[in-house]
């Protein structure tokens, strides 16, 4: 993007950066994947290669950052500034040619290695000379310098006011607006990063326990529960082992803790644990057994990832400490301009406070004193008039660094608060099944509305769900971008529960309607059937057997539109073997292969859907009868109930020839998705806009003045767990509260392992439309004729 580009577009780009880490050398040791689509390059075959082959410095200019001398205006390549990283504390924004693209990159060097954040875009924007504001923020990538603008001009005498703040949704920390944008950023990747160290985590330890298993039937246990040495390296599988356990000793909730409170101890010991289990690698045979060599492979990637965390969170916690102080010396020098005004007209303007501040003890200007010059000899003012006036001024100073370390700080609270149950208010009970409950609830800092799906772990393990639920929570975060699914938003755990934080869908479920109208109309039948066909079409591209659909699992937005729901019984697509000799699944929609324990395909979800269109049509299921037996003989003999109507009153010819045509025993002959597609039914239906357009029935509008009801306040809800005493304080938990929780919701050695849980795209989207919203405030300032300018191509 060029100087002469639109402010808003300007803060738009900047939501997409490059993360670049190159070792000492110059080498790539690592790029972003979005490096393909905002530089066309082929990320892969640049690993290992040498930034040097891929970017030009025709007439560059430099922008540092504090405590260095090197000058505005000269010419840096990569390895000019990698160097002169290593000599500074700050960081240093170069703009250069990538790949024949104009780009800005902020580094910073962090443990041996050098972080750059690339950005396809350079700042460009002028500065008022009415303001005392440090020139480097102006090349700090993402920094909403015109937001802080307006802030000074609108400052008072002494004091800086509160400065204006935004909720991040996604780490749930109050924001100053002009670091809102670099921060979305930030806390998106961070938690990017997190969420692949918890993935791999918990595949470690489901391929750890197979192995173990097979090889040793569990006879065998850690060699590290026994004893910290390390096992004889004669053995590999017991150093194996060792690796993993070592591995998944490395916390990552420790870890961010450590940064922010600025303590390394633990990351220092973390790195160390880090390298040792690197360097263990090199103690295993080349040819140990493929399911090792998986194993063993996984290690290494979450060894990796763990490292690259630690450095991201140390590059993010360094340059904020960076702006801070930038953000305190403008506010410094605003609030003494303002004074040297007032003073003036005091005649006064001779006396200064002296200013002692500490930022986040990192070295700044503002470390020392700043000297107070002698009395003019023109001063007038008696004795007293002079104490009088120096004490009110010391109480105003007193007040103006309190309101300039707040003013001037990144987040309003350092450590990030661990998900508890605590967090929402409970309004009503929606359900109540055989695993659980599932609770309207309120999101205590937000006040949005969610369907709090509740598991007790004691009954999980007893009924033998642990794997069930398990694989609930990995297709909900596989479909969390679908629009046809009820969205899972959170997911974390306490000492005696499993929480899944889902979509509250307003028009509840639609066997609640059928009980209210008794059955549809044909055209509203099949227009909700035709939203049931996308629905699990969507899930089945993603290899995902829901094996219980029903109308109870079919739910209606506030648009009238259907999502599915409850995926505790899916399973994967080609998994046989999985739910063997268990029948599982609600009888009347069962498919007669599930009753026979046959290997199951798509098309044991098509029957369910067949047995639903039917009971939309009727008001109740085709193989309805008093017991479960009686309905499972009816399945397997394919007896449809069809009830004895007159033509004038019963179902068309053509939809009958549907559902027979879906309720078929023989799979082979039972219609698919691309059969229902092509049945003379459908076809003028678009199946692409089926959820653009309006639809036949909208549920009323949900109160949003819900208050917990008698009812619930009365029963003992989800006792004992500790987490729902709502007494406690929502202010930032301590250290030792956030590392209590950790060691319950990080322990990768029970049965339910790492719970934890945030959707992403969905918290990205909440923070871009607070974004769009600064923006549309933001004051339009035109770019400077001498800004600097993308390298000419």
Same mark, same amino acid.
């Given at each position: 993007m060029n100087g002469n580009g639109d402010t808003n577009?300007?803060?738009?780009?900047?939501?997409?950066?490059?993360?670049?880490?190159?070792?000492e050398d110059g080498m790539i040791q690592f790029i972003s994947e979005i490096a393909r689509d905002l530089f066309s390059v082929d990320v892969q075959s640049m690993l290992n290669e040498n930034i040097g082959n891929y970017t030009t410095f025709n007439r560059v200019p430099l922008s540092a950052s504090l405590n260095t001398d090197i000058s505005e205006t000269s010419l840096l390549s990569f390895k000019s500034a990698n160097s002169a990283l290593k000599t500074m504390k700050g960081s240093i924004t170069i703009f250069f040619d990538f790949n024949g693209n104009a780009a800005e990159a902020q580094g910073l060097f962090v443990l041996q290695s050098f972080i750059w954040i690339v950005s396809n875009h350079h700042t460009g924007l002028s500065m008022s000379k009415n303001l005392c504001i440090p020139s480097s923020l102006y090349r700090t990538t993402g920094f909403s310098i015109d937001l802080f603008n307006s802030y000074l001009q609108d400052m008072n005498t002494f004091t800086a006011p509160p400065p204006p703040q935004e909720l991040c949704r996604i780490c749930e920390r109050f924001i100053r607006?002009?670091?809102?944008?670099?921060?979305?950023?930030?806390?998106?990747?961070?938690?990017?990063?997190?969420?692949?160290?918890?993935m791999l985590r918990e595949q470690l330890v489901e391929s750890k326990m197979r192995i173990q298993n097979r090889r040793y039937a569990a006879k065998i246990s850690s060699p590290l529960a026994k004893s910290s040495l390390m096992p004889h390296p004669q053995n590999p599988f017991q150093l194996l082992l060792y690796r993993s356990d070592l591995a998944l000793s490395v916390d990552t909730y420790e870890i961010r803790a450590s940064v922010e409170v600025e303590n390394g101890d633990y990351n220092a010991n973390a790195l160390q644990l880090l390298n040792k289990i690197h360097d263990l690698d090199s103690a295993l045979d080349s040819d140990i057994q493929p399911a090792w060599k998986q194993l063993n492979a996984l290690i290494d990637e979450l060894v990796l990832y763990t490292t690259r965390f630690i450095k991201f969170l140390l590059y993010r916690k360094l340059l904020a400490v960076e702006i801070e102080t930038q953000v305190y010396v403008a506010i410094d020098n605003t609030i003494k301009q303002n004074e040297e005004v007032i003073m003036s007209d005091d005649e006064c303007k001779d006396i200064t406070p002296k200013l002692q501040v500490t930022n986040s003890g990192y070295a700044s200007p503002l470390m020392s004193q700043i000297p107070q010059p002698p009395l003019s000899p023109s001063h007038q003012h008696s004795q007293s008039s002079l104490k009088r006036t120096t004490s009110n001024r010391s109480i105003r100073s007193q007040r103006s660094m309190r309101s300039m370390r707040s003013a001037s700080s990144c987040f309003d609270n350092d450590i990030l608060p661990l998900p508890s149950i605590a967090d929402y208010q409970l309004v009503r009970l929606l359900n109540r099944g055989s695993y659980g409950k599932v609770y309207l609830a309120r999101k205590r800092l937000t006040g949005d509305l969610f369907a709090v799906k509740v598991l007790k772990k004691r009954t999980m393990v007893q009924r033998n769900q642990v794997l069930n639920v398990k694989h609930e929570r990995r297709v909900l975060m596989t479909t969390a971008s679908s629009p046809y699914v009820a969205t899972l938003h959170y997911s974390f755990q306490s000492q005696d529960f499993l929480y899944l934080v889902l979509e509250f869908v307003e028009g509840g479920d639609v066997s609640s309607l059928l009980r209210k109208v008794g059955c549809l109309n044909e055209?509203?039948?099949?227009?909700?059937?035709?939203?049931?066909?996308?629905?699990?079409?969507?899930?089945?591209?993603?290899?995902?057997?829901?094996?219980?659909?029903?109308?109870?699992?079919?739910?209606?937005?506030?648009?009238?539109?259907?999502?599915?729901?409850? +995926?505790?019984? $899916?399973?994967?697509?080609?998994?046989?073997?999985?739910?063997? *000799?268990?029948?599982?699944?609600? /009888? #009347?929609?069962?498919?007669?292969?599930?009753?026979?324990?046959?290997?199951?395909?798509?098309?044991?979800?098509?029957?369910?859907?067949?047995?639903?269109?039917?009971?939309?049509?009727?008001?109740?299921?085709? +193989?309805?009868? $008093?017991?479960?037996?009686?309905?499972?003989?009816?399945?397997? *003999?394919?007896?449809?109930?069809? /009830? #004895?109507?007159?033509?004038?009153?019963?179902?068309?010819?053509?939809?009958?020839?549907?559902?027979?045509?879906?309720l078929n025993l023989n799979r082979g002959l039972r219609l698919g998705s691309k059969d229902i597609k092509a049945h003379n039914l459908f076809r003028q239906v678009d199946w692409s806009t089926l959820f653009q357009q309006t639809a036949l029935y909208i549920p009323p509008p949900i109160n949003d003045s819900l208050t917990p009801t008698k009812e619930l306040a009365d029963e003992p809800v989800i006792e004992p767990d500790a987490d729902l005493v709502f007494s406690r304080s929502f202010d930032s938990p301590t250290r030792s509260q956030r590392l209590s929780s950790s060691s319950i919701d990080d322990d990768s050695s029970s049965e339910f392992g790492h719970f934890s849980y945030r959707n992403l795209p969905v918290l990205e989207k909440a923070n871009t439309e607070v974004i769009h919203k600064i923006n549309s405030i933001t004051p339009d300032l035109s770019p400077s004729p001498s800004s600097p300018r993308s390298p000419t191509r």
């Open positions: 577009d300007l803060h738009a780009d900047r939501l997409e950066s490059v993360i670049l880490e190159l070792d607006t002009w670091w809102f944008i670099r921060h979305h950023w930030f806390c998106s990747v961070e938690h990017k990063i997190e969420g692949r160290i918890s055209e509203w039948a099949l227009r909700y059937f035709c939203e049931i066909v996308v629905a699990v079409d969507s899930v089945h591209e993603h290899n995902i057997l829901h094996r219980d659909l029903k109308p109870e699992n079919l739910l209606i937005d506030k648009f009238g539109h259907l999502k599915l729901s409850d +995926f505790g019984l $899916s399973m994967q697509i080609g998994e046989p073997g999985k739910f063997e *000799n268990r029948v599982r699944g609600t /009888p #009347d929609y069962l498919a007669p292969e599930t009753l026979k324990n046959q290997f199951l395909d798509r098309k044991a979800d098509w029957w369910s859907v067949g047995c639903i269109l039917f009971e939309f049509l009727y008001g109740y299921p085709p +193989f309805n009868d $008093s017991t479960p037996a009686l309905i499972f003989s009816h399945i397997l *003999n394919c007896e449809i109930a069809w /009830p #004895d109507l007159p033509p004038e009153l019963d179902i068309s010819a053509d939809i009958k020839n549907l559902i027979t045509g879906l």
